[in-house]
Antibody, heavy 118, light 106 residues
Framework: QVQLVQSGAEVKKPGASVKVSCKAS????????INWVRQAIGQGLEWLGR????????GYAEKFQGRVTMTRHTSKSTVYMELSRLRNDDTAVYFC???????????WGQGTTVIVSS | SYELTQPSSMSVSLGQTASITCSGD??????ASWYQQKPGQSPVLVIY???KRPSGIPERFSGSNSGNTATLTISGTQSMDEADYYC?????????FGGGTKLTVL
């Protein structure tokens, strides 16, 4: 079945970087963009950016420009999201999601908890 | 930057119709999607391209989008529909989410 499986929880200190992976299976990896969305505890969904697994081109939310990097490893069917210069308010659950329809994200990963604390 | 506005909460009686709105400048010129999220779970796409249902989503979920407002309608609301609902669109190839609506089924 189509699924996205993310890496495990992370605990980081302020100023450090975190890299979260998202492995796709059950479909042609290069056919659909992968988006990254985060959610702080008790808060709403926030879009960070997207990566095209086919050509590798990316697009980031203005808020995260310069701090986020999204890459892919085609042979592993895996995309990565790295967030640098972490702050306490980056503590959140990070989701990857496939844009499998013209407008919506139809498959979501299970989420990766990132805690930033000194 | 583009913004989407939703009511933070609403309630509906069991079996009645719930209509959740999402407002944005000329939203009707874009495609709207809707997601359902229950506590501790990943979001689930329930409507895409304004009014299309992914396979497996019950027919009681429907959507519309015109002018500045997109609407998610749940007909014959069931207790299992109690959840947070988020609208979403694309503006200049950037993803934008509404703030979410907590739906309570009475």
């Amino acid at each position: 079945q189509v699924q996205l499986v993310q890496s495990g929880a992370e605990v980081k200190k302020p100023g450090a970087s975190v890299k979260v992976s998202c492995k796709a299976s059950g479909y042609t990896f290069t056919s659909h963009d992968i988006n990254w969305v985060r959610q702080a505890i008790g808060q709403g969904l926030e879009w960070l950016g997207r990566v095209n697994p086919n050509g590798g081109d990316v697009g980031y939310a203005e808020k995260f420009q310069g701090r986020v990097t999204m890459t892919r490893h085609t042979s592993k069917s895996t995309v990565y999201m790295e967030l640098s210069r972490l702050r306490n308010d980056d503590t959140a659950v990070y989701f990857c999601a496939r844009r499998g329809t013209p407008s919506g994200m139809d498959v979501w990963g299970q989420g990766t908890t990132v805690i930033v604390s000194s | 930057s583009y913004e989407l506005t939703q009511p933070s909460s609403m309630s509906v009686s069991l079996g009645q119709t719930a209509s959740i709105t999402c407002s944005g400048d000329k939203l009707g010129d874009k495609f709207a999607s809707w997601y359902q999220q229950k506590p501790g779970q990943s979001p689930v796409l329930v409507i895409y391209q304004d009014n299309k249902r992914p396979s497996g989503i019950p027919e009681r979920f429907s959507g519309s989008n015109s002018g500045n407002t997109a609407t998610l309608t749940i007909s014959g609301t069931q207790s299992m529909d109690e959840a947070d609902y988020y609208c979403q669109t694309w503006a200049s190839n950037t993803g934008v989410f509404g703030g979410g609506t907590k739906l309570t089924v009475l």
